[in-house]
């Protein structure tokens, strides 16, 4: 071994399980006086050995017909698959790259009373939904996107609320409820009823 190497004698150090690469040579110099001086020598350039992939992958992860680790359906991104060691010297692989594609979520202060978004709800990435009035306001709709390729749940769809108005109806005009909705003479506008 290395341990006890006398002057000008030269020993070999290699990689050791689960680690490969090129041996190197350890060296005591041939004038060497010292005995507690260490060999002279390169670390080794050694590479973790994991096992070959096989099926089932993680969710999320594929392989392509080339036998390429790649994002699976429903994920984006690039797949990279890096081989660690556990303090166990145990070798094994991981995943990661590949993020899920999820819905755009519905905005929380949106004014149910005015805007039915209905159409919204888990709109996908790269989706167009419309965006109208509840009788008995009316007004434009407007469109509400969700960006392509969207991987963040709490992302709010880009939408610009459409313009409702409401004209009381003659029999509303005392402040009568009709069917879930009640007149607010104050702010000249009709809000949700007790219980809607």
Known sequence: ????????????????????????????????????????????????????????????????????????????????????????????NVFQGCAKLVPCALPLDYDECQHNMTNCSNMVGGGQCQVTCVVPFFGTPTNATCPAGNTDPDRVIAWTPPACECTPMPTNATGEAVRGYMWNSTFSVWLCDDGY
Not at 14 to 22: A, H, L, Q, V
Not at 31 to 46: D, E, G, I, R, Y
Not at 53 to 68: C, K, V
Request: hydrophobic content about 30%; charged content about 15%.
């Open 1 to 92: 071994g290395c341990s006890s190497l006398d002057p000008g004698e030269t020993c070999e150090i290699s990689c050791s399980g689960p680690y490969d690469g090129e041996s190197v040579t350890a060296t005591c110099p041939s004038a060497n006086t010292n005995a507690s001086k260490p060999p002279t020598f390169l670390m080794p350039q050694c590479v973790a050995q994991c096992p070959e992939l096989t099926d089932p992958f993680p969710e999320g992860y594929a392989r392509n017909e080339d036998n390429e680790t790649v994002c699976a359906d429903g994920f984006i991104g690039t797949a990279v698959v890096l081989c660690n060691v556990s303090s166990a010297c145990a070798p094994f």
